[in-house]
């Protein structure tokens, strides 16, 4: 406690000599960063700013800050500290700052997230705020995967719906399950139903996107309907649909018009396999409707892997705080913070495992009140996390390749789970040691 304290009041004896402080950054690290300073607010006097490099692809407002663009903020750069909130690219953004004249910055130390004295309730709601200084007074987490966790809870809102279960490209380890599904589609009335409680619960400038996925969501025989659906009850909010791109030159022409009409972004992602994605590109282009390719174009496609504990015996408020999946998923009237949870039961059917959500898994939208207890609920640890195997040699990604349908490319044995088991005792002995 005493190292974090030390750090605080650096952090703050730097930061108070400039009139100005500008959070460089707009995702997780940025957010976890506003949310400190806002906690912190009795340590300094100042308002901050939180800049990008490029507003396209980031959000208009993070905790109630708008974000602009670092060439709006250059009269700000011989006045201003810039606190830079980014992870991956920190030397770009400091070659950035460099160009426009920002020479006042310090790098985001996450380790300052861990501080229990923080008011952390005041911003994050009086249960978050709680669990987050439950998960730092038992050192259950790095400052970065705290800053990951926060960054989660509080990103811009968005949400996806599966309307297909199966796909026609049969990848391993697919998060999705899809390999083993020989068919299952989306019921409109059901999509319906949750769609409109979704567009009282949720105001229009709270939510950044809706995403429609599958399996391959072009696959289901009513994918206009539900578009049309989508846009009835959200006519301004952006709507994606995400697919592996093999149907879409088959695509009737009803549908491409539709979704110039309705303002559709494509997304799609690029796989190793024959396909003309130079003829996709010039279809979409001349109906003049908006794409992204998901993983770029010269970016080879990898798979993430994530084994299951189908023992159920993990600890499951770790595993949500150190999750990577910031994916938000509507299921039959249900919310969860994992794509996953939703569909274990495609698991349980193939190979008769016995995964099951607990009772509190998920937030039931016809329940909820308001947008704030929505957003609550999906902050607390969902149960069926417990089936989550982190610790695995096999956690990350691998290069692409088809599934052979086996039960180890997402179940952990029960015999490797006992001896993984005595492997993560021996560490966390040698840990305390």
């Not at 998060?175 to 020989?182: E, T």
């Not at 496609?301 to 949500?320: A, C, R």
């Not at 949870?341 to 059917?349: G, I, M, Q, T, W």
Request: with cysteine.
């Amino acid at each position: 406690m005493k190292e974090i304290e030390e750090k605080k009041e650096n952090f703050f004896r730097e930061i108070n000599q400039y009139k100005h402080i500008i959070v460089y950054g707009a995702r997780a690290i940025a957010i976890s960063t506003a949310v400190y300073l806002s906690a912190c607010k009795e340590f300094f006097d100042k308002d901050y700013k939180i800049a990008v490099t490029w507003k396209v692809g980031n959000p208009d407002t993070i905790l109630n800050h708008p974000v602009y663009c670092i060439d709006e903020l250059i009269n700000y750069k011989d006045t201003s500290i810039v606190i830079i909130a980014v992870r991956k690219y920190q030397q770009s953004v400091i070659s950035t700052l460099a160009e426009k004249g920002f020479y006042n910055y310090l790098i985001m130390d996450t380790e300052l997230l861990k501080d229990e004295s923080l008011k952390y309730e005041s911003v994050l709601g009086n249960y978050t705020g709680k669990m987050i200084k439950g998960l730092i007074h038992f050192n259950k987490c790095s400052g970065r995967q705290l800053a990951m966790h926060i960054g989660r809870i509080r990103q811009p809102f968005y949400f996806q719906v599966e309307i297909v279960g199966h796909c026609n490209l049969n990848c391993w380890s697919c998060c999705a399950f899809s390999p083993v599904v020989k068919e299952e589609f989306m019921e409109v009335s059901v999509f319906e139903k949750d769609m409109h409680r979704m567009s009282q619960l949720v105001p229009a400038e709270n939510l950044e996107r809706i995403l429609l996925i599958g399996g391959e969501p072009l696959l289901h025989p009513k994918v206009e309907e539900l578009i049309k659906i989508t846009r009835k009850y959200f006519p301004k909010t952006n709507l994606n649909i995400h697919t592996n791109a093999i149907l879409l030159l088959n695509m009737p022409i009803d549908f491409f018009e539709l979704c110039r009409k309705e303002k559709v972004t494509i997304i799609y992602t690029q796989y190793p396999i024959k396909l003309d994605y130079k003829k996709i590109k010039k279809k979409l282009d001349s109906y003049g409707i908006d794409y992204n390719i998901f993983n770029g174009e010269t970016e080879t496609k990898v798979l993430s892997k994530i084994l299951i504990n189908s023992m159920g015996d993990s600890d499951y408020e770790e595993n949500f705080v150190k999750c990577t999946c910031t994916s938000v998923e509507l299921s039959h009237g249900r919310l969860y913070t994992c794509s996953q949870a939703p569909s274990f039961h495609r698991l349980n059917n193939a190979f008769g495992t016995n995964i099951e959500l607990g009772l509190n898994d998920g937030v039931d939208i016809h329940q909820c009140q308001s947008f704030e207890e929505m957003i609550e609920g999906l902050a607390r640890p969902m149960e069926v996390c417990r089936f989550c195997e982190m610790w695995h040699d096999s956690y990350g990604c691998r290069k692409w390749q088809t599934s052979k349908r086996e039960k180890g490319e997402w179940i952990i044995l029960e015999k490797e789970m006992r001896e993984l088991k005595i492997i993560k005792s021996q560490m966390i002995d040698e840990k305390q040691v």
